[in-house]
């Protein structure tokens, strides 16, 4: 088994049938120095790769391995006296490699909340044994002062850790939650300085934690104040009388669903389970995103609590009135089946930070990844290590050499900031790129990826902050090399499909993984039947609410390894292409994917608008050369606190002493270019191709915002994305009708866009009832960051009082104002916002400049349309 890689020794452990239990029953107290060593060298091999549920079952395993530790003891007092130096003149690799092991095992066990008094015992007297070492020479070696000190900080630690679970727990606990909700005081640490990588995992972890749990604390604060009233008020993320069943033909669903949300609950007639909802309530399901968290009470004070996340939706299942979940925690509550329950949503999005806190919870610090960048902020940056430097790269005829320092001008016709990024990005381990709208960020990241794929030692691994943006880049990819496998379940794009790695064919991999697999659906079934024994047997003493939570547990154990497996089968695939693509949630969350496929090269594109978490979550310490595109002039990442909205581009990029930016843009017509130039941009060229764009036909100006007055809407919810306008609803289908009609353009042409979804919804819902305009696309702002269209018709909502919100923020200005290609049409209130905000003022400036200003769109027909009621 030493002489395996980690993968097929964790497969030969868990289905060698002559071995029942690999973790438990291999050593003994009389075995060999060479036995534990080898035996050790395994266990580490498989901890190392952390694999989802079967990293706990091998700690738990590990820690209680009596006999094992014993040899821990034995062997490390022997390193540690002159009486055994021959062990390290003799054998100096695999002594140090033995340390090393011991450090990983046991930090990983405490780290995941599994170190219990034996093993606490064993740290102690490991530490004893070095700190009574009688060979200097020894003890002062790196190695040695390294293992010390790591087992020093579990023993530091552990009391704490066990004193204060929830500070290492990212679920809040109830009592939390029950406590009446203040405010956040804001941070005045420093959140660019750490001083260690210890320090700054533990900053980002606490962070991380407190970005969720605030406004979960805000929201449940608000809806007991609201009490007897929460059952009247109207809300899209309140459900009332929901229930949880159980799937009872579980077997035969493709995604193992086992329990599941009946939002119609006490509502839905009796043995009709294939009823179908209203539109209305399927629209607002369909909203819910697979990783959302879901919580569960039986009654508006929250005395009892069920924490539960999305795992599956299907379009059969949401018109059905159903969701299928994964319970995370629940507290003072036992048969959950049968009661009429209050659901709501959380009101952030739960799976981006629990999957990055949990990275981080487990992060080996001896080898986090791009540390010196990360964590001490250094600027140089080295050619990576897998770099040759004799190579010379065939860039379509071209020879390049990747350390060059003179770059050939007609290299893919690139511009001189491309070029300049593009050489820079192939000689640096840690390259920066910010690229303004329209400068053709994703042109330039196609060319390094196809130049780079020629280097294929391993996969390059290719990730994004949104599902259609990486979409789009993938099918321009494909231009160039059909060797992609795209991760994650949220494609809509048909031309992507063929490359999903659900849809690959799935070569005869592993036979081990298929015994596995086929083990851990036999194990499913009977512990779900416990379940169900355990529900039946309920009769509400705390013993038996403790059974059924056990039960539960262990089914949710079970169903985290079958998840992992599922990534294993596609690994498989995913190791013998060019390229593996995936959304950085997705990443945050199959980290050990990255660990098998030791991928050297990482590209993010819209780097600026990724949590600094989840792309340090995306690394490991095969990782070698990190190409980051961005633009943190544009959104940042999404949260409502500094200092997660801070991305690593743009902490990391503000340091550069020479930033490489993208100059030249080959996006708008110069009179929607100026709009953001020098107001948020100072330097930003136009191609000459720019100034061959067509007008914009049946109107009198390409440019243009129309003013007015009439007063926004509040529906009476208190999130920001509740306001809407019902007299830029009507002007912007009629403009809409208009340009389709008049102006002959086909619905593909148009955007609408607003940066509130509330206003969003009510235009979707009039374009649907137009047969001409059933096509047009309608978006918030946020969403169509890194996308573009002909013409953009642009919603601003705000118009009734002091405070602009959303329109304040220079970062959602410049998205806002820079999609269009050929014509922008506004409509808000330019007085208002010209008040509030230096840059509406700027942007007022100029187009009064260009005489673009008025109280109806200038239309050059007389066309008159009807707005649709």
Request: hydrophobic share 40%; aromatic share 10%; with cysteine.
């Amino acid at each position: 088994m030493s002489t395996m890689n980690g993968i097929d020794m964790f497969l030969y452990a868990r289905t060698n049938d002559t071995v029942p239990n690999f973790y438990k029953d291999q050593i003994a107290l009389n075995d060999t120095q060479d036995r534990v060593l080898l035996y050790t060298h395994i266990l580490a091999a498989i901890c190392k790769m952390a694999l989802p549920g079967f990293q706990e079952e091998l700690l738990e395993s590990f820690v209680s391995n009596n006999i094992l530790m014993e040899h821990f003891r034995l062997l490390t007092k022997k390193l540690f006296r002159k009486l055994y130096k021959e062990l390290w003149s003799s054998h100096s690799k695999q002594m140090e490699e033995f340390l090393e092991n011991v450090q990983t095992l046991l930090m990983q066990t405490f780290k995941i909340g599994l170190l219990n008094a034996e093993g606490v015992n064993l740290v102690k007297d490991l530490c004893k044994i070095v700190a009574t070492s009688d060979n200097p020479s020894i003890s002062s070696m790196q190695i040695s002062v390294d293992f010390n000190k790591n087992l020093t900080y579990i023993l530091n630690e552990n009391e704490a850790a066990i004193m204060n679970q929830p500070k290492r727990e990212f679920y809040p606990t109830l009592e939390e939650l029950l406590e009446p909700y203040t405010p956040r005081e804001p941070h005045d640490e420093d959140f660019t300085e750490f001083k260690d990588v210890r320090d700054y995992i533990e900053k980002h972890m606490r962070w991380l934690r407190e970005m969720f749990n605030d406004p979960l604390h805000r929201y449940i604060d608000e809806m007991k104040k609201d009490g007897s009233n929460l059952k009247k008020k109207k809300s899209r993320h309140v459900y009332k009388d929901v229930s949880i069943i159980l799937n009872e033909k579980y077997l035969e669903a493709h995604h193992h669903e086992f329990l599941f949300v009946d939002v119609l609950g006490s509502e839905r007639p009796c043995n009709d389970k294939t009823i179908k909802v209203p539109r209305s309530l399927y629209e607002r399901l369909s909203h819910i995103k697979i990783g959302s968290l879901l919580c569960f009470s039986t009654n508006t004070e929250f005395d009892n609590l069920i924490l539960a996340t999305v795992i599956y939706t299907n379009e059969d299942c949401l018109w059905n009135g159903y969701l299928a979940i994964e319970i995370v925690k629940q507290y003072n509550i036992g048969n959950i089946y049968q009661k009429k329950l209050l659901m709501f949503e959380a009101p952030i999005f739960y799976e981006a930070y629990k999957n990055a806190y949990d990275f981080l919870k487990t992060s080996d610090d001896r080898s986090f990844p791009f540390q010196k960048y990360i964590v001490f902020g250094e600027t140089e940056s080295h050619p990576p290590a897998y770099l040759d430097k004799k190579k010379i790269y065939d860039c379509d005829g071209i020879g390049l050499e990747p350390l060059a320092k003179q770059v050939p001008e007609k290299l893919f016709n690139l511009n001189e900031s491309q070029r300049k990024a593009f050489i820079t990005a192939m000689g640096r381990e840690l390259t920066l790129i910010q690229g303004p709208p329209g400068t053709g960020k994703t042109h330039l990241a196609i060319h390094l990826v196809k130049t780079l794929i020629k280097t294929p030692h391993t996969p390059i691994v290719l990730l994004n902050f949104t599902n259609q943006t990486l979409d789009n880049f993938i099918m321009k990819l494909s231009e160039h090399t059909d060797s992609i496998v795209r991760f994650g379940g949220n494609s809509r794009s048909p031309e992507v499909k063929k490359f999903l790695a659900r849809n690959v064919d799935y070569e005869k991999n592993s036979g081990r993984l298929n015994k596995l697999w086929y083990l851990l659906k036999e194990e499913f079934k009977d512990q779900f039947q416990m379940v169900i024994i355990k529900q039946s047997e309920f009769d509400g003493t705390h013993d038996n609410y403790e059974d059924i939570r056990n039960a539960l547990n262990q089914l949710r154990k079970t169903h985290e390894k079958m998840q992992t497996l599922r990534t294993l089968f596609q690994y498989y695939v995913a190791r013998k292409k060019f390229i593996v693509a995936m959304t950085t949630t997705f990443a945050a969350r199959n980290n050990f994917l990255f660990r098998l496929l030791r991928s050297s090269i990482v590209i993010f594109e819209e780097a600026a608008e990724i949590l600094e978490s989840h792309v340090v979550s995306s690394l490991t310490p095969y990782t070698q050369h990190v190409i980051m595109i961005g633009d943190h002039q544009q959104l940042r990442p999404y949260c409502d606190q500094y200092p997660l909205c801070l991305s690593l581009f743009e902490r990391l990029f503000v340091l550069q002493k020479q930033p490489l930016v993208l100059t030249t843009q080959y996006r708008m017509r110069v009179d929607i270019a100026n709009l953001i130039t020098p107001t948020i941009y100072k330097i930003l060229d136009n191609d000459g191709s720019v100034f061959l764009h067509p007008p914009v036909r049946g109107m009198a100006q390409n440019v243009y915002f129309m003013s007015h007055a009439h007063k926004e809407e509040n529906t009476g919810g208190k999130e920001e994305t509740s306001v809407s306008n019902a007299f830029e609803v009507d002007e912007i289908i009629k403009l809409a009708q208009y340009l389709i009609k008049v102006g002959e353009y086909s619905a593909e042409n148009v955007v609408i866009l607003s940066p509130y979804s509330k206003q969003i919804n009510l235009i979707k819902y009039k374009l649907f009832r137009d047969e001409d305009l059933k096509s047009v696309k309608a978006c918030t702002v946020d969403a169509y960051q890194g996308l573009e269209a002909d013409i953009v018709l642009l919603s601003l909502v705000r118009s009734g009082g002091k405070n602009i919100g959303f329109l304040d923020e220079p970062h959602r200005i410049c998205v806002a104002l820079s999609r269009a290609r050929y014509g922008l049409y506004m409509i808000g209130n330019l007085p208002l916002l010209s008040k509030r905000s230096s840059y509406w003022l700027q942007v007022q400036r100029d187009l009064l400049i260009q005489n673009a200003v008025g109280d109806k769109f200038p239309l050059k027909d007389n066309y008159v349309v009807t707005s649709l009621k």
